[in-house]
């Protein structure tokens, strides 16, 4: 069997005595007794044909280390290498190679090849160390939901109507240098004045003209796009036309849809489903997110169980924009299938309160049942009593402070990785991070 390459702890490892050194060194023990990681680790490097050795890798056991300092100091990549270079304790944790420092870019493409899946099985291993050491039992949980926003800007028809003719613009200069001979017109300018004209126009009839106009380009642009589609094979270079092709069959359906929506919601005035909109070229994975009426937002809706610890004991990223009280059977369940049985009192969000769950929770063996908001619900068919329901309310209210450490101090609040796998990945790396954190402070020592 292969045996993964790791980096052994030295007696040169030193640790700053200050509050972030002693943290650091905590996690760094528990990481030490969990090597199984490592694997894991590998695992996804090898996947992405990243090397673990050489000028452009890192060891898969650095390499994951350096993924949780990145997050828990909530660092970019350039202020990782910075700080991986200038800090004695950062080097200990990761475990460095001696006289070896990585670059952005090796820190980049290494780290963003740990999968979420990974990230998720550390943990599972993590909360498995907190009941063993008696730090979280699972026994009494609290269960919320917010939003992580994708790396987008504010979306309307017009921006994305002109970040299709720019993406579509570059693609034609791109097979411009492979073909000569290519003909087609540069609409960048007119569709850009166009998309400015129409954020700043207050006459509706003047801004459907320019709508119209936008869209003639963006198709006008598209066309050439297509033209250049039957023509580029004829390029020498092999490998640059297979890269432009698999760019092009990537972005052209998803112009086709922004074009489409466009011309029903503007020209024609039918609402488009939030379900069927793509408000992101780059981020088309994004959901339209609306929670208790507030702002709209983009992203992800992000289901969590947190315990008496602030230990983040469960999280689902969700598809779409689900209904509180439909994701609170399936999070009960999960919860039961990891601690093998199901919570003896728990707390949830007003969001997530039905007669129908309170019945579901009772049914599973769930004692105390609180709802943040009664929804028609009494008391003592929820709790033994009014003060077990008040400390349960109260202690619902705790999961606000881990969801705010979590979007302040972990980045949870908006993702800064590209793409839905990256955008999973970013949340687990956040949540692992933020609980490698709280239990080397909670631990026994």
């Known amino acids: 069997m292969r045996q993964e390459r790791t980096v052994q702890a ?21 990481l030490d007794e969990h090597r199984e990681f490592i694997g894991l680790t590998a695992e996804d490097l090898r996947r992405h044909g990243v090397k673990e050795t050489g000028r452009e890798g890192l060891p898969a056991e650095s390499v994951l280390r350096c993924a949780l300092l990145k997050q828990h100091r909530q660092l970019s990549y350039e202020e990782l290498a910075f700080h991986l270079e200038d800090s004695a304790s950062f080097r200990a944790f990761a475990r460095l190679p001696l006289s070896f420092t990585p670059k952005k870019s090796v820190l980049q493409r290494t780290i963003s090849a740990i999968r979420a899946e990974t990230w998720e099985a550390i943990n599972r291993v993590l909360l498995a160390s907190a009941r063993q050491e008696k730090v979280e039992t699972g026994k009494v949980v609290r269960l919320d939901s917010t939003v992580a926003a994708a790396l987008m800007h504010e979306p309307s028809d017009s921006s994305l109507l002109w970040d299709a003719v720019r993406v579509m613009v570059r693609l034609l200069k791109a097979a411009e240098a492979l073909v000569a001979g290519l003909a087609w017109r540069n609409h960048r300018r007119a569709a850009k004045k166009r998309a400015r004209t ?7 009839a003047k801004r459907v003209q320019h709508y119209r106009e936008l869209i003639q380009l963006t198709r006008a642009t598209l066309a050439y796009v297509d033209q250049a589609a039957t023509q580029v094979w004829q390029a020498l270079d092999p490998i640059a036309v297979t890269l432009w092709q698999a760019e092009f069959r990537h972005y052209r359906p998803l112009i086709e849809r922004i074009i489409a929506q466009a011309e029903r919601r503007v020209l024609h005035g039918e609402a488009v489903p939030a379900n069927e909109k793509i408000v992101s070229l780059f981020e088309p994975h994004a959901d339209i997110i609306v929670k208790g009426g507030r702002e709209v937002q983009y992203g992800h809706k992000l289901n969590l169980t947190t ?15 689900p209904a509180d009280s439909e994701r609170f059977l399936p999070m009960l369940k999960r919860h039961i299938a990891f601690y093998g049985e199901a919570p003896r009192q728990a707390a949830a969000d007003g969001g997530f309160a039905s007669r129908d769950n309170l019945a579901q929770a009772k049914a599973h063996g769930v004692h105390d049942m609180a709802f943040h908001k009664k929804a028609g619900l009494r008391i003592k068919d929820m709790v033994k009593s009014n003060w077990v329901y008040r400390k349960l309310r109260n202690f619902r209210a705790g999961i606000e402070s881990d969801i705010s450490c979590l979007k302040r101090a972990y980045g949870l609040a908006r993702c800064v990785w590209r793409g839905l796998g990256h955008f999973r990945a970013y949340i687990w790396s956040s949540v692992v991070a933020y609980n490698l954190a709280v239990f080397a402070r909670l631990k026994p020592t």
């Open 307 to 321: 315990g008496r610890s602030g230990l983040i004991l469960d999280l689902v990223i969700e598809a779409g924009n």
């Open 10 to 30: 030295s007696l040169f490892d030193l640790f700053a005595e200050h509050e972030i050194g002693r943290e650091l060194k905590a996690m760094s023990q528990w």
């Open 198 to 204: 129409i954020e700043y126009a207050r006459d509706r």
